[in-house]
T-cell receptor, first 115, second 115 residues
């Protein structure tokens, strides 16, 4: 069975400072891992995905994440926060369950960016 | 707009009524997923289609829920005899199966409120 734990339900940073959103996963197989972002009243947007290639994954809008198997972590980072980054972020794990490739979402981290 | 679309965006109904939601996936995508998201939580998998075949159903999908994808294009999700606990955001996603890890693209969701 797969599961995801997002270690912080809320993160608050000042504009221009680094962002760190933490995620730990549990998986019986070699997982695929994703980060999605959800802005208010908008659909979930894929930021980046890891699929057993390079462990450091670069995504859109300057975000990146590093897969660390020994720590079962997939933390999301950005060097400098922008006001438009304020949103809810979901860490997601996917492994083959029967014939479906179900996504299992974490409970989300709400990112606030202060001016 | 060539993304995933969902209709309606909002639905308010009285307990005991039936409701039906529609999802139009990205046109060339052969996989279609339904998820449910309650307030403060990440989306939870409900069911999945490959073309017109419904291949997986979550235990969350009670007998009151039924989903169809009759021609392998759009899909409908019907909830019969709605209950207040059905109030949630219903999300649809689609993907193109490529033999590896396909990426799911999400629609904006249908927000259901059961009074």
């Amino acid at each position: 069975a797969q599961s995801v734990t997002q270690l912080d339900s809320h993160v608050s940073v000042s504009e221009g400072t680094p962002v760190l959103l933490r995620c730990n996963y549990s998986s019986s197989y070699s997982p695929s891992l994703f980060w999605y972002v959800q802005h208010p009243n908008k659909g979930l947007q894929l930021l980046l995905k890891y699929t057993s290639a390079a462990t450091l994954v670069k995504g859109i809008n300057g975000f990146e994440a590093e897969f660390k198997k020994s720590e079962t972590s997939f933390h999301l980072t950005k060097p400098s926060a922008h006001m438009s980054d304020a949103a809810e972020y979901f860490c997601v794990v996917s492994e083959m369950e029967g014939s479906a490739r179900q996504l299992t979402f974490g409970s989300g981290t709400q990112l606030t960016v202060l001016p | 707009d060539t993304g995933v679309s969902q209709d309606p965006r909002h639905k308010i109904t009285k307990r005991g009524q039936n409701v039906t939601f529609r999802c139009d996936p990205i046109s060339e995508h052969n996989r279609l997923y339904w998820y449910r998201q309650t307030l403060g939580q990440g989306p939870e998998f409900l069911t999945y289609f490959q073309n017109e075949a419904q291949l997986e159903k979550s235990r969350l999908l009670s007998d009151r829920f039924s989903a169809e994808r009759p021609k392998g294009s759009f899909s409908t999700l019907e909830i019969q005899r709605t209950e207040q606990g059905d109030s949630a955001m219903y999300l649809c996603a689609s993907s193109l199966a490529t033999g590896g890890t396909d990426t799911q693209y999400f629609g904006p969701g249908t927000r259901l409120t059961v009074l």
